[in-house]
């Protein structure tokens, strides 16, 4: 995911496994351990979360990876989950 949404769409889905009650905080090119959420709250999958945050991306824009099991159930209720709390799909050429 990229742009200037991208960082504030993850944070809505998106619970680190650390123990602190804080709301996350990425840091740029650090992967981070947690769990994916729908809208209900419910765990979608066990996630991998890689920010690279401008100026240090590759398109010099937020960008932040989540990493899920790939199968088609997964990746279809990332995808939902995602779309639901402000993401949209690229454009073509972006």
């Known amino acids: 995911m990229s742009g200037a949404d991208a960082v504030a769409v ?4 998106f619970r680190t496994a650390r123990k602190e009650p804080a709301p996350w905080r990425p840091r740029s090119h650090f992967m981070e351990y ?17 920010p690279m945050l401008t100026p240090r991306s590759y398109t ?9 099991h790939g199968n088609d159930l997964c990746l279809r209720r990332m995808l939902r989950a995602c779309l639901e709390v402000g993401a949209r799909l690229a454009d073509p050429g972006e």
Do not use: M
Not at 10 to 13: L, M, Q
Not at 34 to 50: C, H, K, P, Q, W
């Open 60 to 68: 010099r824009e937020d960008v932040v990876e989540l990493q899920c």
């Open 10 to 13: 993850v944070a809505r889905v």
């Open 34 to 50: 947690g769990v994916a959420l729908d809208g209900d709250g419910g765990v979608i999958d066990e996630v991998l979360v890689v």
